[in-house]
């Protein structure tokens, strides 16, 4: 492959010299953007087409605003995910951090009588929020610990990471919904601002963050050469270990944010809170042009990836799909995504 | 050619290969005889690997004539009846690391007529065969444990087990130490013995000379020359390959009269610094304007020096000094802010992340240099790599395309300008021109030269007697101890014999 496209480049590249040496650098800079982190963008657009067609209510904002609301937890998932990807490394157990971290909160602030659910009340409730976000960062470090300095599997270590925090949340919560949650944990999930769920700005504001990071920053750029050949990049002199290291607890960090956006949109602790949802994770990471083998994808790409999939399950709803049939689906469009954004990009998705 | 001559083993004629607007081959021809070790050699781009898809049966081509034994071709896309005729060992290994080397002899055809495998008469067939070409390999061994070598010899063997008596070996050196090499070409002379021919692809013109009996040239997609290599000189086939007049490898051979001053205080030096395992402690010293070249074997513990002085191990004990601070042990980021710039040894390990654009590779040891509070600017980073482009001359469509869209010779200039990124005081090269055609060689080899020429220090880790050339003054190296040490005026045989750990050779 590489044998058949040097030659032509080379050419291509003296006579473009030779043909406009001031208008060459724009048309070759729009030649080399990646358009597979864009190849999303029409089928989304396609989407919308259909949800216009099949229910007039589709294209109205409750309707728009509650989609995106509801993609704003899977979205921060999907952001730390998509970092963590990368670097060239995973972390499962994302999806039990969003439960463990609300519970661990909780259990430590609301008092061990009154309520439904009898905690320890060894903590002022205002510390409810850092606790989470704590709880988030030790799992993201405990992970890191794991696969950097005991060099064990990444991805067996967060799957047992995954069940050992989903049997905790069951264990310390006996199986039952957290409903008395402090008004501090309901603050961001339920308000709006600028006619817009708060839970939808502070993940744009997050992704701006991180997109700009990784274009951006240079501790940011050193995620692509780490996760494209960590020896290469050591070798430039990035401390791919701590690097590595502070992503994954960003990840579980993000993760524990997202449990109190999910915890104060529903005024719950759910019991089941983000169980499988790792798959969607992944999934929309992948069909977003964040390839699994690490060093390429951009943020903007994850972030189509998860408006795709919450867009099909809407108009799926709307045009009157069965609830019951949502998984077969869900799955199915999985598939179909990842084919298209496969020939609409030309490249292999490793 | 009499009459009575057999065919020869391949015969190409007017071969022509287009992809898309290029043309990858125009109208070359090739003949190699039976028993005859053939090189062709070439720049990179000039066809070599394009004339070898054609004649593996991996390309089709769109005109010309293949024999092979004076049969035509087998038909484009019958597998078995290409690998009947002709084999390619590729640079990278074609073996299943994790099977057996009987397994991997006779891997998908393990028994014509039973059901199940038998493992006995598996390894009793893999004997025979590995007796019969007389390769020494245990065939219970597991391919990931062969030496380079032996890796080679058992993918021979299992092309020669398909009928094919044509063997291509594409840069079969690149990866062997001398000794090595010298029982690979043992091997590859008794076979062609036994009237097995070879097509032999090299940069090394040393073993063009050494192993084949005649050479083909071929220059930007077209047949230059074929001739008996005793009848060539070293410089004509240069300028065959170059389609220039070269003064040759020795323009930038250090002078006699070099810039140090052996009064000056030394750039680099390193006091009793040791790798348990891999060299003894050892002394160096480099002065301002001094090229040191560190040479030695695979195993003779050169390139760990070499590692260790960059930072990517850490030393089992004494210290390192740039200028007269002393560097962190095994922190690569202290070795830069010292201004120890590493090209490290094999571009795809350690030098490139191959999926990111020309920029971003040359700029990965300046991050911090680009923009302010640790921004990368865009804008930065395109005109550091433009001058790093220019002053390099790496031929690429633009800063932003990916490395791995350019040749070898062009990724390892890009390896060199992240060295060279910070203004390094000592630049650490590791086989800096390994897998790079002849003309890139002369240019890289020049580069790390200027440096020391600039005030600066240099070191050459290498066992290539070109990239030695360079050097000031060359540390012979054998099982992690220094044999030997030569001032500019050593002759090949010597350092072979130095890095070889023998007395004297001839």
Redesign the interface.
Known sequence: MTGTVRPSTADDFDTALKGSPGGNTALSRLKLIRWSDFSLVPVILVLMLIGFIVSPVFLTSDNLISVVQQSSELSLLVLGQALILICGRMDLSLESTIGIAPVVAMWLVLPPDGGRFAGLGLLPAWSAIPLCLLVGLVVGAVNGFLMLKLRVNGFIATLGMLTMLRGLHIGITEGKSITDVPESFRYLGKSEWFGAPAAVWICLVLFAIGGAALAWLRHGRALYAIGGNPEAARAAGIRVDRVTWIVLAVGGLLAAFAGILYTGHYGAVAATQGDGWIFQVFAAAVIGGISLKGGRGTLFGALTGVLTLQLVVNVMTLGGVPALWNQFLNGAIIIVALVVSRFASGERQD | MEAQAPPPAVQAEGVVKR????V?LDGVKLTVRPGESHALVGRN?AGK??LV?VLTGLHKADAGTVTFGGEPAPAFGDTAAWQSRVACVYQKSMVVPDLTVAENLFLNRFDENARWISWGRLRRRAEQLLSAYGVQVDPNTRARDLAVEQRQFVEIARALSFGARLIVLDEPTAQLDARGIARLFDRLRELQSQGVAFLFISHHLQEVYELCTAVTVYRDARHVLTAPVAEVAKEDLVAAMTGEKTAGATAWHAAGDAASDPAAEPVLSAERLSLPGRFEPLDLQVRPGEVLGLAGAAASGNTAVGEVL?G?RKAGGGTVRVRGRAVRAGS??D??AAGIG?I?EDRH?????????VA??AT??V??Q??PW?????SRTREFARGMIDSLDI????P??PV????GGNQQKVVVA?ALARDPSVLVAVRPTAGVDVKSKDSLLGVVRRVADAGNAAVVVSDELDDLRVCDRVLALFHGRVVATFDSGWTDGELVAAMEGVGERE
């Not at chain 2, 390990?349 to 654009?357: I, K, W």
């Not at chain 2, 640790?374 to 865009?378: R, Y």
């Open positions: 992809f898309g607007p290029t990858a781009g690997s394009t898809g960059a990517m690569v980021p070795a830069l590493y490290p390990d350690q030098g490139l992340v191959p999926e990111r654009s971003e590779n990965l040891t991050t911090d680009l923009g640790g921004t990368v600017l865009p031929k690429t469509q633009g932003e395309q791995s869209g350019l040749s992240r």
